[in-house]
């Protein structure tokens, strides 16, 4: 009979620790062996994976179950790349950006496209949601479940910004302060105007209006009568207007520095060039094209880059889709819907369509739009004008304000395509097959017609129909163009990647 306040014992006698007294039991090394002596493979071999965590149920992830078929607890493994693809896995050995085996496991128990979409998916704003559903890494200060407390302003890293090595702490780590301001450097090819140089210009900008250090790190040298300068609102980003430029990538990142890349042949120079106590999502890579989930691109780089631990954007939904099967379910994601200075070729039009109807398209990709303009060259109904080289943004807008119709000519897998959208702002017909990225503006039917990639005969028939279309058929499609315009906004885009950003650390 136990008394009041007595102590309680156990059969043999032994004092009974009261829930007080209870400690929790020391915490069993990652990927060691059961007690029984069987691991996370063969029973009873007693092996075990280097380095491999055990996976975690998802009630202790914090993760929220995905409704729909083939995504709940237990559905099918979508197919990943085969030996040799998955750079930076322990298992795989691979040289990835924090060594040789550095790298966590990639699924950790888990399907990784399910583990991403739960991840880019979880904040309130839905994929495209500002980030509310970035998960911290649990190893990381605010991680698992601490997703609404703040960041701490020193974080634990081996070297000192000045760069000296001075232990701090129990551990030997310093601490490296992170200021108010972070440095990002951005790295492009060249300084020619092509799609993907002007986004990560974009880019750039952003982060000087969000009260960054952007510095520009190209392969090819700044001259200030290059057409990219001549643009308006790159105007600030010239060494004139006070902006740092590195010639052929010659730097050198600090441990609070972010590296922001598109490219994937620069991944080696970021991972030569970045400083050993930097976090990974401390390296940004902006993915603009579906074609990185695609094998055959680049011998399959763009998919082996998928793999890596950094911090991911991705330009539309469509691009994550094509990029989901491949990706590293432990890096932070974000959909940023790609924004556009659509404004720049905007023209108010209303009515039907004047004869001859003029048609606008461009050489740059694909010769198909001389091939439509050969087979129509005795139709009074149309008149043709075309760009075949490189000009400037006044020339292009010229065309598109010109053409009562556009034709699209994108390559067979493209992350956005451009082209389309200044057209639609210009308030021309638009014509084009289906790329993939440009889903994220392409409403079949409604603000666009779809043709057969490449097929000059399909061009025609689409034709034929415009030319029969009525006023209010026409003006119908026209409207519905215009409508798309306001979800890719340079505002809209700076606004979430500053939060992203933030998100981050930075």
Request: hydrophobic fraction near 30%.
């Given at each position: 009979?136990?008394?009041?306040?007595?102590?309680?014992?156990?059969?043999?006698?032994?004092?009974?620790?009261?829930?007080?007294?209870?400690?929790?039991?020391?915490?069993?090394?990652?990927?060691?062996?059961?007690?029984?002596?069987?691991?996370?493979?063969?029973?009873?071999?007693?092996?075990?994976?280097?380095?491999?965590?055990?996976?975690?149920?998802?009630?202790?992830?914090?993760l929220p179950r995905?409704?729909?078929?083939?995504?709940?607890?237990?559905?099918?493994?979508?197919?990943?790349?085969?030996?040799?693809?998955?750079?930076?896995?322990?298992?795989?050995?691979?040289?990835?950006?924090?060594?040789?085996?550095?790298?966590?496991?990639?699924?950790?128990?888990?399907?990784?496209?399910?583990?991403?979409?739960?991840?880019?998916?979880?904040?309130?704003?839905g994929p495209q949601g500002g980030g509310a559903g970035l998960r911290r890494d649990h190893r990381q200060p605010g991680g698992e479940g601490g997703q609404g407390a703040p960041r701490p302003a020193v974080v634990a890293r081996g070297v000192r910004p000045g760069g000296g090595g001075g232990a701090a702490g129990p551990a030997g780590a310093a601490a490296v302060r992170r200021g108010p301001v972070s440095r990002i450097y951005f790295l492009v090819p060249g300084l020619h105007p092509r799609g993907g140089v002007v986004k990560v210009f974009d880019y750039a900008r952003h982060a000087l209006d969000l009260g960054h250090e952007p510095v520009i790190c190209a392969g090819k040298p700044f001259r200030p009568n290059l057409p990219l300068f001549q643009m308006e609102r790159f105007a600030r980003l010239t060494p004139e207007a006070g902006l740092r430029y590195v010639r052929d990538f010659d730097f050198r990142a600090d441990p609070g520095d972010l590296v922001f890349f598109s490219w994937p042949g620069h991944h080696e120079l970021v991972?030569?060039?970045?400083?050993?106590?930097?976090?990974?999502?401390?390296?940004?890579?902006?993915?603009?094209?579906?074609?990185?989930?695609?094998?055959?691109?680049?011998?399959?780089?763009?998919?082996?880059?998928?793999?890596?631990?950094?911090?991911?954007?991705?330009?539309?939904?469509?691009?994550?889709?094509?990029?989901?099967?491949?990706?590293?379910?432990?890096?932070?994601?974000?959909?940023?819907?790609?924004?556009?200075?659509?404004?720049f070729f905007f023209r108010e039009r209303s009515g039907g369509l004047p004869r001859p109807v003029g048609v606008g398209y461009t050489t740059w990709k694909s010769e198909v739009g001389r091939e439509v303009e050969e087979a129509l060259a005795a139709d009074p109904r149309f008149a043709f004008r075309c760009i075949r080289e490189r000009v400037g943004w006044e020339a292009l807008r010229d065309l598109y304000h010109w053409a009562d119709v556009f034709l699209g000519t994108p390559m067979r897998q493209e992350g956005f395509y451009l082209v389309g959208l200044e057209a639609l702002a210009a308030g021309a017909l638009l014509v084009t097959p289906d790329a993939g990225g440009n889903r994220a503006y392409c409403r079949w039917g409604e603000n666009c017609l779809q043709v057969e990639w490449g097929a000059a005969p399909s061009y025609v028939e689409a034709l034929d129909r415009i030319a029969a279309m009525g006023e209010a058929q026409v003006e119908a499609m026209r409207q519905a163009g215009y409508a798309v315009l306001g979800n890719h906004t340079l505002e809209e885009e700076r606004r979430r990647f500053g939060e992203f950003l933030r998100e981050l650390g930075a």
């Open positions: 009979m136990e008394r009041p306040g007595g102590v309680a014992r156990t059969p043999g006698g032994a004092p009974r620790p009261s829930p007080g007294d209870a400690r929790p039991a020391a915490p069993r090394p990652l990927g060691a062996a059961s007690a029984a002596g069987g691991r996370r493979g063969a029973p009873g071999s007693g092996r075990r994976h280097p380095g491999r965590r055990p996976s975690r149920s998802h009630a202790l992830r914090g995905a409704d729909g078929p083939g995504h709940g607890v237990g559905g099918p493994v979508r197919p990943h790349p085969g030996a040799g693809v998955r750079r930076g896995h322990p298992v795989g050995g691979g040289p990835g950006l924090r060594g040789a085996g550095g790298a966590p496991s990639l699924h950790r128990g888990v399907p990784p496209d399910r583990a991403v979409r739960r991840r880019v998916a979880g904040g309130p704003g991972a030569a060039r970045r400083h050993p106590a930097t976090r990974p999502e401390q390296v940004i890579h902006i993915v603009q094209g579906t074609r990185h989930g695609n094998p055959d691109w680049l011998d399959g780089l763009g998919v082996r880059l998928l793999a890596e631990p950094m911090a991911r954007i991705m330009v539309t939904q469509e691009v994550l889709e094509a990029c989901l099967p491949h990706l590293n379910p432990e890096s932070p994601t974000r959909v940023i819907p790609e924004g556009h200075d659509w404004p």
